[in-house]
């Protein structure tokens, strides 16, 4: 054991020594460089020796030392200096990064407050009066034990849909022709527009536009400017006797609240749309609406359309709600129930597209839950007999076309061949459909049947304008070998004399290639 401790005594000790011989040698070495005795020791010797000369040398020298030891502390002072005031600088800039992280807090705070406050749409954002009490710092209004704002005894929120309880009190429905098919229906709709209004479109565009309100509740009508398209959707409004609700779209459309409109929590007013108003309209009575949504795509539709592509796709009507308001009043309209509004069921939406420049592109979350029909040529004139308006309710209007879905399912013969092109589809262009739109291909295929249209027909319309319209979003130059295969498969399934639709809309996707 003592040869261990004296292996480790002599090892540690060459390192530890040696680290303090270098400690102490630099303080030895201040030491001496400051040794004042020792510099009058050598001043004194060589002094004696070399009589007046060695002063004046050993001034010099003495002036030169205290030059060099001035310039030693200078420079350590400036270090000094520049260390605290390089920490003071960062100190200062981390101030103000937290000052102006402070200020930025404050003004996001007060642009909350500005836009859910002054004029915030609070339905939409679902902020109630607790938040915003938390938000500004004042006491907004309070709830009463039957969930009503207290101090608005007085106060009329929505004056428009409070004049409309008024009108509509004593309303009485009018005796409607609930005779019609609706073969009848559309030559009917087709005489109307030309005699009455002057718009001319062949029976087969007549019959798709109708078909397709039995598949959806969005119809999008596309095209060049100028073919037609809202005239189309106006003059259905005046073939039923309920003009449409034309609502353009603008560019600056991003949320729900420009169709439904917004509470204002700084007039305590509710901002009532026009469709709102329609909206509300429509649920006194059993007429057909038909709202209009002119130039849909100049703003993004997934954005504002949003919340009605859900409601909409719910299968029971009595579920589809819309939150107006977080609370009620005791003025509310009549048909707000603790702030929420049912939609009417006999309203149904109609957009208008134009594919420019200065549009977005539909997604497919919107061409999915949509019916789209093209009208790219302009009508062709004829004559025909003054044609009056008809007097239909939304009831019959669905009953016939529900009655030509129940009396013209689609054969079996046309479903297997369906099957069969989804699996070619599948297998050449990995596109798929799904139950969506399976189901509107049921639903649309009978109606166009019951309108006068024969089945093959309907089908090629909704298949070209449903499926092989994703071919869109493929990269077309992959795909141009393809689209010969295809045409030439449709030609064997359903006979080269058919399916002129989906062919044409393939041979102009190959020409874009």
Not at 194 to 199: E, P
Not at 370 to 377: C, R, S, V
Not at 472 to 489: F, P
Request: charged share 25%; with cysteine; hydrophobic share 45%.
């Amino acid at each position: 054991m003592d040869v261990v401790f004296k292996f480790l005594f002599q090892f540690l000790g060459q390192f530890f020594g040696s680290l303090w011989g270098a400690i102490s040698g630099v303080f030895v070495g201040i030491g001496n460089a400051f040794n004042i005795p020792e510099y009058i020791s050598i001043i004194t010797r060589y002094t004696t020796t070399l009589g007046g000369v060695a002063w004046v040398v050993a001034i010099i020298a003495i002036i030169l030392l205290i030059a060099v030891l001035a310039l030693v502390v200078f420079f350590i002072v400036a270090s000094l200096k520049k260390f605290f005031k390089a920490r003071s600088a960062r100190k200062d800039t981390g101030s103000l990064v937290h000052e102006v992280q402070a200020l930025n807090r404050e003004v996001m705070r007060l642009n909350l407050e500005k836009d859910k406050i002054l004029s915030m749409k609070v339905s939409q954002i679902g902020l109630n009066p607790n938040e915003i009490s938390e938000l500004t710092g004042e006491e907004l209004e309070t709830l009463n034990e039957e969930g009503e704002a207290d101090g608005d005894s007085g106060e009329v929120r929505f004056l428009k849909l409070v004049q409309l309880d008024e009108d509509w009190a004593n309303y009485q429905p009018p005796e409607y022709d609930n005779d019609i098919t609706l073969p009848e229906f559309c030559d009917r709709f087709r005489l109307f527009a030309c005699s009455r209004l002057g718009l001319y479109y062949d029976i087969a565009m007549i019959r798709r536009f109708v078909a397709a309100f039995a598949s959806t509740r969005l119809i999008v009508l596309q095209g060049i400017s100028g073919t037609g398209k809202t005239s189309l959707a106006y003059a259905f409004g005046k073939y039923v006797r309920n003009p449409s609700v034309i609502t353009p779209v603008q560019p600056s459309w991003r949320d729900r609240s420009e169709l439904f409109g917004y509470f204002n929590e700084f007039t305590k007013k509710y901002n009532e749309t026009e469709l709102l108003r329609a909206m509300y309209e429509a649920n006194y009575n059993e007429n057909i609406y038909l709202v209009i949504l002119d130039e849909m795509n100049i703003a993004r539709v997934e954005y504002y359309f949003a919340e009605m592509l859900s409601i909409l796709e719910m299968p029971r009507k009595d579920e589809w709600i819309v939150d107006l308001v977080p609370n009620k009043w005791k003025n509310d309209p009549k048909q707000l129930k603790n702030g929420k509004f049912t939609v009417p069921p006999n309203m149904w939406y109609c957009g208008t597209i134009n594919n420019d420049d200065s549009t977005f592109a539909v997604t497919d979350k919107v061409y999915d839950r949509a019916m789209p029909i093209n009208i790219d040529n302009k009508g062709v004139a004829f004559d025909a007999p003054d044609t009056p308006p008809v007097v239909i309710n939304y009831h019959h209007f669905e009953d016939i076309l529900n009655q030509a879905k129940a009396d013209n399912p689609i054969s079996e013969d046309l479903l297997n061949k369906l099957a069969l092109v989804d699996d070619y589809v599948i297998a050449h262009f990995r596109v798929a459909f799904g139950n969506r739109i399976m189901k509107q291909i049921k639903d649309y295929v009978p109606a166009y049947v019951g309108t006068g249209g024969t089945e093959i027909d309907g089908l090629d319309y909704i298949l070209a304008r449903k499926v092989l319209r994703k071919f869109e979003a493929l990269n077309l130059s992959y795909i141009r070998d393809e689209i010969d295969g295809l045409i030439a498969y449709f030609d064997e399934l359903f006979g080269e004399e058919n399916m002129g639709e989906c062919k044409s809309y393939l041979l102009m996707l190959k020409k874009l290639a």
